[in-house]
């Protein structure tokens, strides 16, 4: 059942035969009334077009353009960012009412990588903040900076363009569209890493290049796929909210805190958690963060598999079929049906 939409107390006695234009309703009628109009509209996509403009020239301004056009830096990037599309493939296979069409996809990754910029802004002129506190300042960093920042930054590539337009229309879809914008943000953010890392060493292209940048390609792709599921987990709840706008804010909300939550999580606990298993264990420092981030990531791609499949549970139930692809507890792409019961990564 749909909220009735409040309207004024005339507009509730009135008749048709009333004319409440400029008193209690309203419509385009007068010239005046098509400047409102007009204006409106330039002053929206402005705010729009001016957000993504500003993002460009914060990429300029940190080197992003010339991170991911020099040769062996994209191609170090491209292999970084394998295992985040990967599992943004897999989110974007498991949408069960309607495939989204390329270009939308590629528009929000774009976009994650130019709202990337904002948070690492954020992030940097936060930090002096919290670093005199010491072990409970990054603590806080964490959960109240870079957690909120990174992840509203990445929804905000999805609510730029995406979300608005006639192929958002299922919940499923914010899961989808939040997985590209966090595959956006993981990409820029490794190109970053990897450029830097590079140019300290002061190695052209080379075996020796080859060799430092691949170590850090190796540790950013360990990075890259916590992102995905972040902004996958958020971007679904953009979708719940969009078609619940009754209770718009506060969805968006939870998603946000969801998805804060498990990435200052993750930041906080994988360096402690590497070198427990490299004490303990007695794993190598590089293979002891491997297993950690596998495990920390794994928990909770599990967890948005099952939400995802709830969904699809849900979809099928709805409209009485086995779905679109014509299998039954494990779908044609491998999703399992379950029943219904950083800038500082």
Known sequence: MTKKERTDPIEDAATSENDLYDVATWEERTSLDGLSV????????????GTILVAAVLLLGFGGFSAVTDPAIGALTA????PALALAVYVYRSDITTSEPLGLL???FLLGVLTANFAAILNSVARPFFEPIGFLGTLAFFF??????????KLLAVRLYAYGHDSFDSVLDGAVYGAMAGLGFAFIENALYISRGVE?????????????????????????PGHVIYSAFAG????????????????????????????????????????????VVGLPSLASSFVYIALFDGVFALVLIRKIGAY???????????????????????VPEPELTEFDA
């Open 106 to 108: 590629v528009a929000t």
């Open 312 to 334: 699809r549970a849900a979809y099928r139930a709805a409209h009485g079929t086995d779905g679109d692809d014509g299998s039954d507890e494990t779908t044609g792409d491998g």
């Open 236 to 279: 679904y709840y953009l979708g719940l909210a969009k078609f619940n706008p009754e209770n718009r804010g506060p969805i968006v909300i939870k998603g946000l805190i969801i998805a804060a939550l498990i990435h200052a999580t993750y930041n906080s606990t994988v360096g402690i958690g590497s070198a427990v298993l490299n004490s």
């Open 144 to 153: 109240i900076i870079v957690g909120p920042v990174e992840e509203t930054v």
């Open 79 to 82: 292999l970084s960012a394998v």
């Open 38 to 49: 007009a204006i409106y509209r330039v002053l929206s996509g402005s705010a729009r077009w």
């Open 200 to 224: 300290q060493t002061g190695l052209d292209l080379g075996v020796g290049l080859i060799g430092v940048g691949g170590g850090i390609t190796f540790t950013r792709a360990l990075a890259g």
